[in-house]
């Protein structure tokens, strides 16, 4: 018999009594958020579970859900996201792989020995042959490799949670950019606009100047504010082509891309409801909480893979094998390889303990437990920072539509006064003054009235950010495409792995 009962009995008892993995269970980490949303009242917002998935589709526009869609199949920054998960997948199935027999290896060789005739001990000539395996398993007792799996597990999860968060930012990040396009068209036909009256200003001055009826000074003062108004247009422009090439990389597209895809179109409007939920909500919802919480998980469970080393590593070793010689005719006769005389066979059982480097081992789990509060209070520093960003969103929102409404209104009185202004000039009853006043003070407040609907519109996309809105997306989808996937089957037999994803 390879083992003897007491033997067996010993490995079996070790089997069985190492149930308990050593080091600390984790502990789900407080977070401080507020009870409710100071400002929600502020600005219309409901607190009413947050439930839209595809938020972008409250502003109604089809060009934007069209953009949206394509950066979710093309986002470079997403595939990225999505090959970190396959990674992982594959750390998690060496991490469970390292439970089994660590060493299990197949041997077999074949040597030829010439003895030389000048040694005195015969020169007969022989080869020999084996074959046979051999494994060596160091069990499980304290835990060390369930941990091992714990935090490849939570790293898995972790990565999953970071794509979910990278789908949250490409998503905003090309609402915000498109917003932005149209905000700079907008002010681009204002300034447009605005050109054609200054122009008309300018001739009328010039003609009056010419008969003698006006000054030269009116003339010039005239040509200075056309000038200035022209200027503004290269930069608008500039604005305009870095902000399309922008949202042509987030897109995973070249340059002209975008251009050819939007045509002139409005700033989109703000939805007159927004649903933010409650703040405990940003727990489930916040796609970096979740995997900073999971990074504490992770590292929790390194604390237990450190403690591990603390007690005796326990191994079962084993081989199994056939060795025989064969001689040369006339040097004794020969054995057969897979005859019973030619079995042998090792088992047996060992301990580690490395009971001299206490020192070292405790630091190290020193070590881990420092960066398991490093990960519990960074997950805490994250969730203020969410509070914070829906708070600081709602305000931006709250001071946006105040300042639109205003703004709105100083519109109409500036085209009112311009209007006005021009009429008394060519009746003769006021001066030109106040006809560039009045043209500087329309030219101006379209401008504030454009950006002040492209921020509250902007708000709106920070708060939906904020809220960690967008990612539940990816349900049912891969986290990589097709056709990445088929090249890297292609390259490499990556087994189930790619195939339930």
Request: hydrophobic share 40%.
């Amino acid at each position: 018999m390879i083992f003897s009962r007491t033997s067996w009995l010993v490995c079996v008892f070790l089997a069985v009594a190492g149930c308990a993995a050593v080091g600390p269970d984790f502990t789900e980490p407080e977070a401080p958020t507020p009870d409710a949303w100071e400002f929600a009242q502020d600005t219309g917002l409901t607190a009413t579970p947050y439930e839209l998935i595809e938020w972008w589709e409250v502003f109604n526009d089809p060009v934007l859900n069209q953009l949206v869609d394509i950066a979710h199949e093309q986002n470079y920054s997403l595939e990225l996201a999505g090959l970190r998960v396959l990674e992982s997948r594959a750390q998690l199935g060496i991490a469970v792989g390292i439970q089994y027999p660590q060493q299990q290896l197949a041997s077999g060789g074949v040597t030829r020995i010439s003895p030389s005739e000048n040694a005195g001990q015969g020169n007969t000539a022989f080869s020999q042959y084996d074959l046979g395996a051999s494994l060596a398993w160091e069990m499980d007792f304290w835990g060390k490799f369930r941990r091992g799996i714990e935090t490849a597990d939570a790293a898995l999860a972790a990565s999953i949670a970071n794509y979910d968060e990278a789908i949250v930012l490409v998503t905003a990040q090309v609402v915000s950019n498109y917003v932005t396009i149209r905000i700079l068209e907008e002010q681009l036909r204002i300034a447009y606009e605005n050109l054609k009256l200054q122009q008309r200003s300018y001739d009328i001055a010039e003609v009056l100047y010419r008969n003698g009826q006006d000054s030269e000074l009116d003339v010039q003062q005239a040509k200075s504010l056309l000038l200035g108004t022209q200027a503004t247009v290269p930069d608008l422009k500039t604005q305009l082509s870095l902000s399309q090439n922008a949202l042509n990389t987030l897109l995973g597209q070249t340059n002209g891309f975008v251009e050819k895809l939007i045509v002139d179109g409005p700033i989109p409007d703000v939805p007159e409801q927004v649903a933010v939920g409650i703040p405990a909500d940003l727990l489930r919802r916040r796609p970096d909480l979740r995997e900073a919480e999971l990074q504490a998980v992770a590292q929790n469970a390194q604390v237990g893979v450190a403690t591990a080393d603390l007690y005796p590593s326990i191994a079962l070793s084993g081989s199994l094998g056939v060795v025989s010689i064969s001689r040369d005719v006339g040097g004794g006769g020969s054995s057969s390889l897979f005859s019973s005389d030619s079995v042998s066979y090792s088992a047996g059982a060992s301990f580690t303990w490395p009971v001299l480097n206490y020192g070292r081992i405790k630091n190290n789990i020193r070590v881990q437990d420092a960066r398991l509060q490093q990960a519990i209070v960074s997950y805490q520093q994250i969730a203020l920072e969410a509070a914070q960003e829906v708070d600081d969103a709602m305000v931006s929102l709250a001071g946006a539509q105040a300042q639109e409404v205003i703004l709105q209104q100083g519109v109409v009185a500036s085209r009112r006064s311009n209007d006005l202004s021009m009429l008394q000039y060519k009746e003769g009853f006021s001066g030109y003054q106040r006809v560039l006043d009045a043209q500087k003070s329309l030219f101006g407040q379209q401008n504030r009235y454009a950006a002040s609907q492209g921020q509250a519109v902007q708000s709106v996309v920070q708060l939906y950010k904020a809220l960690g809105g967008g990612w539940e997306v990816r349900e049912g989808r891969p986290f990589v495409d097709e056709n990445t996937l088929t090249v890297m089957r292609e390259r490499t037999n990556w087994g189930d792995l790619l195939d339930d994803q």
